[in-house]
């Protein structure tokens, strides 16, 4: 368990709604990464974090912007949700010295 | 990018059976990892691997770098192993965001 929380579990929202997902760490990791998975495509990364306010864009980033604010948190923002953004959203983070990365529970969002 | 390929892309087993799956990627790597994701979703670390091998119990890995695959095999396997297994490298040697292969779906029959 590498102390990764994320918030909700579950949500289902309706088109050009915005949306906002929380990850939240314990163990002050520097490194932090959104991820989707879709059937078909594995897990793929949206945008990561190297730091506070240190963000850049992932193989699939349209339609997303992140936040970091403080080191515990990173938030991923749906400004306004799309059908195509109905996906299971995964938070990481990498620990130190080799960087392995471990995985959050998961978000299973709707966009209807 | 790094790319990654996973075989088989699905895989059924009776229990007890031993199985071996493979994972290609397209240039050298500083990172690679195993990951089993369970039927609930959850995503479990099974091996950091850039190079050599290592075993826990039931379950080893190698990483050949020089020729750019890796493999995991499981042995004596049990219902509880079913699920989905992800190889994963950087997408660059100088990153350290994963990309991840599509996955071997396992399933194991009593």
């Known amino acids: 368990d590498a102390g990764i929380t994320q918030s909700p579990r579950h949500k289902v929202t309706e088109t050009g709604t915005p949306v906002t997902l929380r990850c939240h760490q314990t163990e002050n990791h520097r490194y932090m990464y959104w991820y989707r998975q879709d059937p078909g495509h594995g897990l793929r990364l949206i945008h990561y974090s190297y730091g506070v306010k240190d963000t850049d864009k992932g193989e699939v980033s349209d339609g997303y912007s992140v936040s970091r604010s403080k080191t515990e948190d990173f938030l991923l923002t749906l400004e306004s949700a799309t059908s195509s953004q109905t996906s299971v959203y995964f938070c990481?983070?990498?620990?130190?010295?080799?960087?392995?990365?471990?995985f959050g529970p998961g978000t299973r969002l709707t966009v209807l | 990018g790094i790319q990654v390929e996973q075989s088989p892309p699905d895989l059924i087993l009776q229990e007890g059976a031993n199985s071996t799956l493979r994972c290609n990627f397209s240039d050298s790597v500083n990172n690679l990892q195993w990951f089993h994701q369970n039927p609930w979703g959850q995503l479990i670390n099974l091996f950091y691997i850039p190079s050599g091998t290592k075993q826990n119990g039931r379950l080893s890995a190698t990483t050949v770098a020089t020729e750019r695959y890796s493999l995991l095999y499981i042995s004596s396997s049990q219902t509880t192993d079913s699920g989905v297994y992800f190889c994963?490298?950087?997408?660059?040697?100088?990153?350290?965001?994963?990309?991840f292969g599509k996955g071997t779906s396992l399933l194991v029959t009593p």
């Open positions: 990481a983070i990498s620990r130190p010295s080799y960087n392995e990365q471990f």
């Open positions: 994963a490298v950087p997408y660059s040697n100088s990153g350290y965001a994963l990309n």
